[in-house]
């Protein structure tokens, strides 16, 4: 197992209540601007949570305990002592909004196991310039695994339920591996062409790299393995407004995936695959919405004696938002480099979340994702087969206006079958968590 710099950590709940005395003072809002109307004073906190209007800034520090039961392999609970931080910032400007989403924290481990660090950081620059519509986005991540349901990636450290769009459309979810740090980063850009008042043209781009830390140290069963990739997209199309709920159109897209440094004795072979959908969005109603985009999908292996697979390619999501309830239901199939773990793998994948407030002071959220992913049926790579499971619940309550506590619990199985991956997680992961979380109104900054 890869070891990282362990520090002498808390012991006790009421040793994190002491953190939060001594690092949670409350920020004077006017060293950041402008005090918040009393008209506008948010309600009691829950937990963290995405600001919802123009210029402000909301931030939130965490301090929980965390016991793991199966990721380490031992047979009895692995317990962590965990600080996170969350802030989320939208700008003033109609015209050309910013919006910045980080979290970030440490596990300080108490059982001899590995202490990590964790941070997401994504940003967008939206830029409306007459009929032409410009948005550039990006986000970075540092982990110790595969990202799993929550702001952070994390299981247990209190932010299931803050979901914000992922950059790149959805994704479903990846493959579970073993401890193994790597760094993973997706730049994106769009463009958009308004040629009637209902009639619009499409083109966007983004490059993503996957590198794992660890990944040129030992075997391919050693922890901290990883398939390091790059993968370049590209594409574009039109879409039509029929009238006030629905909309359709068409879209192709093209993705050059690319591996480097070691493989680990795998097959690894570069591949391209090209997508034609087609794409219709309904608006039932003021709070429910569905949209769905599918076509054929062609895959060519970097070989050219492997040939050409052709297989389907779906995008399907139906949501509902109302002022103290939202929920919402994906379905994504679509190649992928194969999560750093396979390579050249198609994924079906299907996640399900959703959260409620029930009056003032309680929030309950609730996410569950399954994913099939495979390789694909090609003579230069061995098959091999993965499926993932991941069910998560989140309790949270107000304890006082700005602090709040919460308890979490995750379920994550996987099983796999084939010789084609290397450092996969194959079992049963339990993870539960309790903390505190404080979280004040949100700042407005600048001219209101």
Not at 111 to 132: E, K, T
Not at 196 to 223: C, E, H, I, V
Not at 276 to 289: D, E, G, I, Y
Not at 424 to 439: A, E, K, R
């Amino acid at each position: 197992m890869t070891k990282i710099s362990q520090f002498a950590p808390p012991s006790a709940l009421i040793r994190i209540t002491l953190v939060l005395v001594l690092l949670l003072t409350p920020i004077g809002r006017a060293a950041l601007g402008q005090a918040l109307p009393a008209a506008e004073a948010s309600p009691v906190s829950t937990g963290f949570a995405l600001p919802t209007s123009l210029g402000s800034l909301q931030y939130a520090v965490s301090a929980s305990q965390s016991l793991t039961w199966g990721y380490y392999g031992n047979q009895g609970a692995a317990s962590s002592t965990n600080l996170t931080g969350d802030v989320a910032y939208l700008s003033n400007s109609k015209q050309h909004p910013f919006s910045m989403v980080f979290s970030g924290g440490h596990s300080f481990s108490e059982s001899g196991q590995a202490g990590y660090s964790f941070l997401n950081l994504g940003f967008s620059q939206v830029a409306n310039l007459g009929r032409w519509n410009f948005i550039l986005s990006d986000n970075v991540s540092y982990l110790p695994g595969t990202p799993v349901a929550g702001l952070s990636g994390v299981p247990g450290v209190g932010d299931l339920g803050v979901n914000p769009v992922q950059i790149g459309g959805d994704t479903g979810q990846g493959v579970l591996t073993n401890f193994s740090n790597r760094v993973n980063n997706v730049v994106a850009g769009s463009v958009q062409r308004q040629i009637t008042g209902k009639t619009s043209l499409n083109a966007s781009g983004s490059y993503a790299t996957m590198r794992f830390l660890d990944s040129t140290n030992g075997p391919a069963s050693s922890s901290g393995a990883g398939l390091d990739s790059d993968a370049a997209s590209g594409g574009g199309g039109i879409s039509h407004q029929i009238d006030a709920r629905n909309t359709y159109g068409g879209n192709y897209a093209y993705s050059n995936f690319t591996y480097s440094g070691n493989n680990f004795g795998i097959t690894t072979p570069n591949f391209v695959s090209q997508t034609a959908s087609a794409m219709f969005s309904h608006q039932f109603t003021r709070k429910l919405s569905f949209s769905a985009s599918a076509g054929p999908q062609w895959t060519t292996i970097g070989s050219s004696s492997s040939g050409t697979s052709i297989s389907a390619y779906a995008d399907v999501s139906v949501s509902y938002a109302a002022k103290s309830y939202g929920t919402s239901l994906v379905f994504t199939r679509g190649t992928n480099s194969g999560y750093g773990a396979l390579a050249v793998s198609i994924s079906d994948g299907v996640v399900f979340g959703a959260s409620r407030r029930f009056g003032v002071v309680w929030n309950c959220s609730f996410n569950s994702a399954y994913a099939h992913t495979s390789t694909l049926a090609v003579a230069s790579v061995t098959p091999y087969s993965v499926n993932t499971a991941i069910e998560g619940i989140q309790v949270s309550r107000a304890i006082v206006r700005n602090l709040s506590g919460y308890a979490s619990y995750a379920f994550e199985d996987q099983s796999n079958a084939g010789t084609n991956a290397i450092n996969v997680f194959s079992g049963i992961s339990q993870v539960v968590g309790f903390g505190l979380t404080y979280s004040p109104s949100a700042l407005h900054l600048g001219r209101q």
